[in-house]
């Protein structure tokens, strides 16, 4: 018996298989501290908690609209609007099972085969994997950290070619914690006005955790508003990453076909989900400014230690909750038989010596970097970058 030739294009998240490997050496009793998945490490808020025990009370227990609950769909727009200053119907929301899902189904609705889809580098693990399931060629634009790991609009018009389909990126930046500006937004806007042709992905799922003020959205240009899918949902900035709910804002054709996909794969979204999804995006949102103004402060503790960290070298972030430094001054070093020739043995070191998880920069498109979040609490990493310190000072 065969598995399919697909299962060959693409690899396993390796944010996911470093928090797999660090459940293992948990479960021997090794105290590995987590510093590789991107989850904030705060509850969900009390009323939207409350919210979902309502919903089973009231018997949201049945199957629902492929494209989600109206009511909700309005939320969607009601909180682009309030924070965004877009105008969308509820006919351009689909709701899926998580931000991931909302970005297959729009790969899978605006990629062909060998279609090019332009990312710039890093980006997060998932872009360039799901568009070689679509069959499409990831088309991967280095940046700089001089630059702040963003491009211009002149690298970005120089990478277009008439096989481009779409541009993909997010900002804020997993795993950079880059935010663009609006001017900055603009000038890439002009260039896609020229290149009607091209969808533009803006993955804005951290959007509320921004440290340089108000958010800009790349749609808020009406020039090329038709060109824009936005995607979205609630796992970072109301700490909802168990319920899994996700959404796109998009024209009337690509949500068609994003329901028509979603149709066939989960139909759906959880109906539990979906009632306390309306109390966070147009209940109270005091929680989510407190928690961003949390990470806020973890980024500049964070910013301390690794000024200390001799050899790494980062770009402060200006949103989500990650650090980026560029570590190659370690590769090449030893500490007896154990050799770091590149990020991932880096990575990996520091897990087995220092019982701490990270991710290598190779799975976001920058191989000489590497990820680490500060979604945990001070205390502990606090005591992860002492343990990092000392593993480092043994590489010779």
């Known amino acids: 018996m065969k598995l399919s030739s697909l299962l060959d294009r693409f690899s396993e998240p390796e944010t996911l298989k470093m928090a797999k490997l660090g459940r293992e050496l948990r479960a021997k009793g090794v105290d590995v501290i987590d510093l590789s998945l991107g989850e904030p490490d705060f509850d969900t808020p009390q009323h939207i908690k409350d919210s979902a025990k309502k919903a089973v009370d009231d018997n949201y227990s049945h199957y629902t609209p492929v494209a989600g609950y109206l009511d909700l769909r309005e939320a969607v727009c009601a909180k682009l609007k309030r924070d965004n200053n877009l105008d969308y119907k509820p006919e351009n929301i689909v709701v899926s099972t998580g931000a991931k899902q909302s970005l297959a189904n729009v790969i899978l609705a605006t990629v062909d085969k060998d279609d090019e889809v332009i990312i710039p580098a890093p980006f997060w693990v998932t872009y360039s994997e799901l568009v070689k399931i679509a069959g499409g060629i990831p088309v991967i634009l280095p940046t700089t950290r001089e630059n702040k790991y963003k491009i211009s609009a002149a690298e970005l018009e120089a990478a277009i070619t008439p096989k481009s389909k779409v541009f993909l990126f997010s900002s804020p930046c997993n795993p950079s ?80 076909g994003c329901e028509k996909l979603q149709g066939q794969f989960t139909s759906g979204t959880n109906a539990v989900t979906q009632r306390a999804a309306i109390d966070a995006l147009i209940g109270d949102q005091a929680p989510t400014v407190a928690m961003t103004k949390e990470f806020e402060r973890r980024k500049k503790r964070v910013m301390e230690l690794i000024s200390e960290v001799p050899g790494w070298s980062v770009a402060e972030p200006d949103g989500a909750f990650y650090v980026f430094p560029q570590v190659d001054s370690y590769f090449g070093k030893s500490n007896g038989d154990e050799k770091i020739q590149n990020a991932d043995d880096l990575c990996m070191y520091l897990l087995n010596t220092a019982h701490v998880s990270t991710v290598t920069g190779r799975a976001f498109g920058t191989p000489n970097c590497i990820r680490l979040s500060f979604a945990n609490s001070l205390e502990k990493i606090e005591t992860a970058y002492a343990r990092i310190k000392d593993a480092l000072a043994k590489l010779k």
């Open 177 to 256: 914690g880059s935010v663009y500006s609006k001017d900055e937004l603009k000038a890439l806007a002009d260039v896609f006005a020229k290149n009607p042709e091209i969808f533009i992905i803006s993955d804005e799922i951290y959007e509320y955790i921004n440290f340089v003020g108000k958010h800009e959205s790349i749609a808020q240009f009406d020039a090329i508003k038709d060109q824009v899918i936005i995607v979205n949902g609630l796992s970072k900035g109301y700490a909802m990453t168990g319920y899994r709910l996700g959404y796109i804002a998009a024209n009337t054709d690509v949500a068609k």
